[in-house]
């Protein structure tokens, strides 16, 4: 099954959770209920996705379903751009992650940043916000915007953390394997085209 069937059931999931979030009608539930096996199907089968670990991350959310959020920093330094290899597949992404509950993005891209890299930084701008169903990513199961967001060391050592193994600055014609559920090379090309522009507006898909 073409993977362009993975956005049609994660929207079907979606519908099926806000009926089964505001619904009291038990047929209805019902038909909720069974719109998200289908969801379910539907996504294992056009990405190869475990039914089971579709099944568990389709009912572990209640109320109404919002995309998760990304922050990814991007930090600059003579013309290069800060990267960190994840320990999780060995390859190179920008730092960040999961957006925290109590942090806002700016802070967060602060937060991740000192954490993964050992830079204190400065948050400045807010570059870009991608639905991440909308570039050239591996299929994933969750909906997801990422938010770019630039900043500027004002402290701080390189030095890895938990999650990385390596840290390094790239310039835009040598960059290391990436990690493309995280970034993809369009995306750092999009990044570099802001470091020569620094006024250009920020983009939003």
Known sequence: MPTGYLQIAKRLQAIAQAGLTYCDNKYDIERYEELRDIAVDM????????????????????????????????????????????????LWSLPGGWADVGYSPFEVA??????????????????????KDKHDHPADIYAVYKMFILCRIVGGEGNTGIETSEIGFFDRDHLPVLSTPRVTEPQIRMLFDFYDHPDKPALCD
């Open 110 to 131: 602060a937060k991740e940043t000192w954490e993964e890299s050992g830079f204190r930084v400065e948050p400045v701008r807010l570059l870009a916000v991608h639905d």
């Open 43 to 90: 996504a294992s089968q056009a990405a190869g996705f475990d039914p089971g670990f579709v099944r568990k991350v389709f009912t572990s959310e209640e109320g109404y379903p919002t995309p998760k959020v990304d922050v990814r920093s991007v930090v600059f330094r003579e013309g290069r751009i800060l990267m960190v290899k994840e320990t999780i597949d060995g």
